[in-house]
Nanobody, 128 residues
Framework: QVQLVEFGGGLVQAGDSVRLSCAAS????????LGWFRQAPGKDREFVAA????????YYAESVKGRFTISRDNAKNTVYLQMNNLKPGDTAVYYC?????????????????????WGQGTQVTVSS
């Protein structure tokens, strides 16, 4: 079972940048994809970005394209989410997730069911 621990987040102002980290352990990541989801108050959890560990191919939700960047560091078994030009609408709890690469990586359409390991979440609050 893969274990995931998120770091980063906090309270920032609109236009600021934040980098989230997700330390992964307990898996053979060569067959895995890792992703970030977020959940705002009163809303469903939504996909933000994903990366195939072996190839570094990346995927993004339309709402964050051009502002967020997902990347990974093999040596540290860590996935990052660099978030630039943050907006109040980005306020949410951000979750790191991991799962074996499957059909979603062909279609680019991700849901929670494409991942079976989750971190505890980290809060990002963007004030206007």
């Amino acid at each position: 079972q893969v274990q995931l621990v998120e770091f980063g987040g906090g309270l920032v102002q609109a236009g600021d940048s934040v980098r989230l980290s997700c330390a992964a352990s307990g898996g053979a990541f060569s067959t895995y994809g890792l992703g970030w989801f977020r959940q705002a108050p009163g809303k469903d959890r939504e996909f933000v970005a994903a990366i195939i560990w072996s190839t570094s191919r990346t995927y993004y939700a339309e709402s964050v394209k051009g502002r967020f960047t997902i990347s990974r560091d093999n040596a540290k078994n860590t996935v990052y989410l660099q978030m630039n030009n943050l907006k109040p609408g980005d306020t949410a709890v951000y979750y790191c997730a991991a799962g074996v690469v499957g059909r979603a990586y062909l279609t680019g359409w991700f849901s929670e069911t494409d991942f079976n390991s989750w971190g505890q979440g980290t809060q990002v609050t963007v004030s206007s």
